[in-house]
């Protein structure tokens, strides 16, 4: 018996993005749905579930179940929204003109569209609203995903091997964090690819077998042994020193997170090296420190740095560049990532660039031979902490009583200004007077001429407060953080960052030079006062006790000498040339 029901396809979809997270799931949409078409006497041909966004065409299931519709094997289709259907204007199209051509049915639990009904402009307004609902939500996610990588600095999406995805039981905030469980196992066979001791893949062997590591299980996949693919991705990955890559409004952009790094950027780089991988060790921009500071002291052009890389071959003991194509030792071929033990060593030599005069003669030199020579121009500006101590209270009592002086000439030069401004009221008083209708008491002419002196005698005087309004106290801040900077200098260079060693060079020096592998400096003011301070007071003190080794620290009775040279350098307006404050570099 031929059954006269209409045949109609359940649809389901329900994608992981988030513009479903309020939808049901596909068990819930099918259960509903067979309800509907139970209630409705509807023959179910075929109920088709699908885990797929809809926002562009191409979705395998929905275009089969088209070829279906168009070639008229079924009467509609049933599903629990339309935008269940489609959320582009393609898809969207394609069921509208399905209804006009076709003459199907599309049945949700609130209204059914067909040809007949003629309310296929709402749907066109539902398409509509979904595709601007995506629209929408897609603006709103990259302007998230970019607050949180530019502002935040911090990875969004799934974590990578190693860390895991928590949200903030306060904020609701999702972020990553290390997972305790993996991180370490992770961390310590990598370190044996650094040193060397390991392969490759001996540390992923170890990390398997003797750590017993296994991936976090996750609802479809997970618990199983670090795969080898997987494993050389961790190692070539900037992520896991710090270093965040990915595409940001189509461009590609880096930037250091806040995350735990796993190793440091020198291991990063040795890692590159020992998996003997073509092209360059590393991914970003390497940050070579002095070199926009430093100038050839010869022909005056820009400094540049350069990285060298070489090995030694743990098999033949050969030593060899690592070069941009070479994977192996050129002597005994013996790969680089199955070298064990191999020394790697690195180099960075600074050099002119030979731009304005390309016969320069000047040579490169090793950066520990640079920082060497920076070392020894740092000792030039030393001085210790109980001197400045010493130095600043002392510099203090001068620079009250100067104060005092600086007070009093300020009430002069305010008492002066107000007579100007009253001999300016009252030539004006002259000018205006019913009795100087002819110019009988002032000329125009005169009246000009006395105003111009007038009002240019004001600004003078006006100048000369503005200028010495706080002289006092910014000249004694620059002394501070000037010997504050002279104490410490070399400590911070020491123990600072690449960046901190580069702006304490730029605060020191209003030039620095590389002539003949030597560095020499031209301090800046404060520093050249300094100097000059230190070699008059040990002088001093040598004709004293001439032999006798100067302790800067036990001086007490020459700190008027300092003070007279600073006096002797200070100005109206006591600033850093470009207003640059002389304070303690970031660390």
Request: charged share 30%; aromatic share 8%; hydrophobic share 35%.
């Amino acid at each position: 018996i031929m059954s006269n029901k209409p045949k109609y396809f359940i649809y389901c979809r329900k994608s992981s993005d988030s513009e479903d997270r309020q939808i049901l799931s596909l068990d819930a949409q099918k259960r509903e749905l067979i309800k509907l078409a139970n209630k409705q006497n509807i023959k179910v041909v075929d109920i088709l579930l699908e885990s797929q966004s809809a926002k562009a065409p191409g979705r395998a299931i929905f275009s089969k179940m088209l070829e279906q519709v168009y070639s008229g094997e079924v009467d509609g289709i049933i599903c629990w929204k339309l935008d269940r259907l489609a959320r582009n204007p393609i898809d969207g199209g394609s069921l509208i003109w399905a209804i006009k051509e076709k003459d199907i049915k599309i049945i949700t639990p609130s209204q059914v569209f067909s040809k007949n009904q003629d309310n296929s402009i709402m749907m066109y307004i539902e398409f509509g609203m979904a595709q601007k609902y995506i629209d929408d939500l897609s603006k709103n996610v990259h302007r998230g995903n970019k607050h949180k990588f530019f502002v935040k600095k911090q990875w969004s999406g799934l974590a990578k091997c190693g860390y895991i995805n928590v949200k903030d039981p306060l904020t609701k905030e999702n972020y990553v964090d290390i997972d305790k469980d993996r991180f370490y196992q992770l961390q310590e066979a990598i370190q044996l690819v650094v040193n060397g001791s390991h392969t490759p893949m001996e540390a992923l062997h170890y990390l398997n077998e003797e750590l017993e590591f296994t991936t976090r299980k996750t609802a479809r996949m997970g618990g199983v042994p670090l795969g080898r693919a997987t494993f050389y991705r961790v190692l070539s990955d900037p992520f896991y020193y710090g270093l965040m890559r990915r595409k940001v409004a189509g461009k590609k952009e880096e930037i250091m997170g806040t995350h735990q790094p796993m190793i440091s950027e020198e291991d990063y780089r040795v890692i590159q090296i020992r998996m003997g991988k073509k092209g360059k060790p590393h991914y970003s921009k390497h940050y070579f420190p002095y070199k926009n500071v430093l100038v050839c002291g010869e022909c005056g052009g820009n400094i540049t740095a350069q990285e060298k890389w070489q090995i030694i071959c743990s098999g033949c003991k050969h030593k060899f560049a690592k070069t941009k194509n070479r994977i192996e030792c050129p002597k005994c071929k013996l790969n680089i990532s199955e070298m064990k033990k191999a020394k790697v060593l690195h180099y960075v030599y600074y050099g002119c660039t030979k731009k304005v005069n390309k016969k320069c003669s000047q040579k490169a030199v090793e950066i520990g031979v640079l920082e060497k020579r920076i070392h020894e121009a740092l000792d030039r500006f030393e001085i210790p902490e109980s001197f400045r101590s010493k130095a600043i209270e002392f510099l203090n009592e001068i620079n009250n009583e100067e104060s005092a002086n600086q007070n009093q000439v300020t009430c002069k030069l305010s008492k002066d200004y107000q007579a100007v401004q009253e001999q300016l009221q009252n030539l004006l008083s002259l000018k205006i007077s019913p009795k100087n209708i002819n110019g009988d008491l002032i000329s125009e002419e005169e009246y000009s001429k006395q105003r111009k002196e007038l009002r240019q005698k004001r600004d003078s005087i006006e100048e000369q407060l503005s200028a010495s309004s706080d002289t006092q106290d910014q000249w004694m801040d620059l002394a501070e953080r000037s010997f504050e900077f002279a104490c410490h200098a070399r400590e911070w260079f020491a123990n600072g960052t690449v960046r901190t060693r580069s702006q304490i060079l730029d605060t020191l020096g209003e030039k620095v030079v590389v002539l003949d592998k030597n560095v020499i400096i031209k301090p800046r003011e404060p520093y050249v006062l300094i100097e000059k301070g230190i070699k008059e007071i040990i002088a001093k003190n040598q004709e004293l006790e001439p032999s006798k080794l100067i302790d800067l620290s036990t001086i007490n009775t020459d700190l008027e000498t300092l003070s007279i040279i600073w006096r002797k350098g200070r100005d109206s307006n006591p600033r850093s040339p470009n207003g640059r404050r002389f304070s303690k570099p970031v660390q």
